[in-house]
């Protein structure tokens, strides 16, 4: 029988040891830094000389910035936008639609009309359907072939609103029709069998499975082409139409403010795109529920991060025992 000395029997020691706080210092990029400053400096410059530059006449851009006629050419082309866009996104999901038919004949009319509005620019038709009544004096409506049942002066038809409408609402439904059909062309053809194989039709299949899962990638271009058409409105000024460019050069028409003016034109512009953007972004977001991919940060929160790197953060952390735990 064997005896243990008490002494040399290793005392029990704790699997998990105390975590230990240590600080982690962010890696310094002083390209980083330099580049901000730089930044910092030209923006100081730029607003620096804008602000004392007389000859901005930024009296004037008070004056009439929120005066009667540019408010009321304002809300002509929020109208105009909006009806034009409504105009396209029909028209283009229809398009989209005829373009994934196995009817050939469907097929080469909704190739024919993307063709024909893409291949020509917008401004040539807003002059081209505000001179329609040149060609057709008389719009009739009847049995095709056949008697008309109804006509109509296109003179008084086709008014200068009418005819932006046409001219932007047409010209737009040949985009979105190709940006509905790489929406729809994005949904997995397994959902498509699946559909079928409950029996359902193919204009239901479309409205419930379809273009709910296809919406993640139709709204971020979706979105661009309405900023985009609300700068657009701004060539109806060729026809006459007195949106908010068109009501700030009668303006200075008749003043020969020029600059100011169009500054003023220009800031509400940016403040209509500003708000697009932001709406587009949570419209985005809540498409986008239910991916994997995290939703992109706006730039005031990547401006936040920017900033907060560089404070000092603490992160625990495990000694190793001897177990390897």
Not at 188 to 203: F, N, Y
Not at 258 to 277: D, E
Request: net charge positive; no cysteine; charged share 15%.
């Amino acid at each position: 029988m064997t005896t243990t000395d008490p002494a040399a029997t290793p005392e029990p020691t704790s699997e998990l040891s105390v975590p230990v706080e240590i600080k982690a210092v962010p890696v310094r990029r002083p390209g980083r830094l330099l580049a901000a400053v730089i930044i910092v400096i030209l923006a100081a410059a730029l607003i620096r000389s804008v602000a004392t530059n007389p000859r901005f006449d930024w009296s004037s851009v008070g004056k009439y910035l929120f005066s009667a006629p540019i408010m009321d050419g304002l809300v002509q082309t929020i109208e105009l936008t909006a009806i034009s866009m409504v105009i396209g996104i029909i028209i283009g999901v229809i398009l989209a639609v005829m373009r994934l038919s196995p009817n050939p004949l469907v097929v080469g009319a909704s190739g024919f009309y993307i063709w024909l509005f893409r291949g020509t620019p917008v401004l040539v038709q807003l002059l081209f359907w505000s001179f329609i009544g040149a060609l057709y004096p008389v719009i009739a409506l009847g049995v095709p072939f056949g008697p008309s049942l109804l006509e109509l002066n296109s003179n008084h038809l086709i008014t200068p609103f009418v005819a932006a409408l046409l001219g932007l609402g047409l010209n737009e439904g040949a985009y979105m029709s190709e940006i509905v059909r790489a929406g729809l062309l994005s949904v997995d053809e397994g959902q498509t069998e699946a559909s079928k194989a409950l029996g359902m039709r193919r204009i239901l299949m479309m409205r419930r499975i379809i273009l709910p899962q296809a919406m993640r990638v139709i709204i971020p271009p979706t979105g661009n082409e309405t900023i985009g058409m609300l700068k657009t409105t701004s060539l109806v000024s060729v026809i006459a139409y007195t949106e908010l460019l068109y009501a700030a050069q009668l303006i200075y028409a008749a003043n020969y403010k020029q600059i100011p003016l169009l500054i003023v034109a220009s800031i509400w512009y940016l403040v209509l795109t500003t708000i697009l953007s932001i709406a587009q972004y949570f419209i985005e977001r809540h498409y986008g529920r239910g991916t994997a991919r995290a939703t992109p940060p706006t730039l005031i929160a990547r401006i936040w991060q920017s900033f907060s790197t560089w404070r000092h953060t603490q992160v625990e952390t495990v000694a190793p025992t001897r177990h390897g735990l």
